[in-house]
């Protein structure tokens, strides 16, 4: 059975930064893409960025408009882990941040098309 275990959330000021890890364990397995997404009080589950290796073996990166310039995402897909470096965090992104590993090709960015989930890491910015 495989496990996302996320760390590295928590409460940060406006401004600050905060590093995101997400690793995988219960059994070897590739993936397309490795992705964070997030969900705040009373909204739907939203994209934050995702690295993919359809393309090469280094992956490539994808990040929501939200986060762009902002985010970072880096990660290897041999070692299935996942990291979101978080710098000039905004209030806006308070939300519970989820890691998500999608096994084979589908879109980077679409929810229901990521096969394992972790249990999510809080995240707090306060103005």
């Known amino acids: 059975q495989v496990q996302l275990v996320e760390s590295g959330g928590g409460l940060v000021q406006a401004g600050g930064s905060l590093r995101l890890s997400c690793a995988a364990s219960g059994g070897a397995f590739s993936s397309n893409s490795m992705a964070w997404f997030r969900q705040a009080p009373g909204k739907e589950r939203e994209f934050v960025a995702a690295l993919s290796w359809s393309i090469n073996w280094s992956g490539t990166s994808y990040y929501a408009d939200s986060v762009k310039g902002r985010f970072t995402i880096s990660g290897d897909n041999a070692k299935n882990a996942v990291y979101l470096q978080m710098n000039s965090l905004e209030p806006e992104d308070t939300a519970i941040y989820y890691c998500?590993?999608?096994?084979?090709?589908?879109?980077?960015?679409?929810?229901?098309?990521?096969?394992?989930w972790g249990q999510g890491t809080q995240v707090t910015v306060s103005s």
């Open positions: 998500a590993v999608q096994r084979y090709s589908g879109r980077y960015y679409e929810a229901r098309e990521y096969d394992y």
